[in-house]
Nanobody, 116 residues
Framework: QVQLVESGGDLVQPGGSLRLSCAAS????????MSWYRQAPGKEREWVAS????????YYADSVKGRFTISRNNVQNTVYLQMNSLKPEDTAVYYC?????????WGQGTQVTVSS
């Protein structure tokens, strides 16, 4: 069955860094665009970053541009989100998403808390 398993969430101080991972299985990972979304308490889920199926193109929300980097490994079926210069407003549950023309899958999320 399809699985997206996020990991790497933690409590970190402002200005710190975290690297999230999302391990995929049960589908042809290399055929899917991968994205990260996040949802803060009391807010709607918002898009953070996307990467094309080959990894050749990446896109970022303005709020994270220059601080976050999305990458993928199509051999290990894993997508990453490197988060630097973290701010309290980055606090949220971060979700991994896989998208193709006819299918979309979601992970269960990993909590990131930025606080001193």
């Amino acid at each position: 069955q399809v699985q997206l398993v996020e990991s790497g969430g933690d409590l970190v101080q402002p200005g710190g860094s975290l690297r999230l991972s999302c391990a995929a299985s049960g589908f042809t990972f290399s055929a899917y665009w991968m994205s990260w979304y996040r949802q803060a308490p009391g807010k709607e889920r918002e898009w953070v970053a996307s990467i094309s199926s080959t990894g050749g193109n990446t896109y970022y929300a303005d709020s994270v541009k220059g601080r976050f980097t999305i990458s993928r490994n199509n051999v290990q079926n894993t997508v990453y989100l490197q988060m630097n210069s973290l701010k309290p407003e980055d606090t949220a549950v971060y979700y991994c998403n896989a998208y193709a023309s006819t299918n979309a899958y979601w992970g269960q999320g990993t909590q990131v808390t930025v606080s001193s």
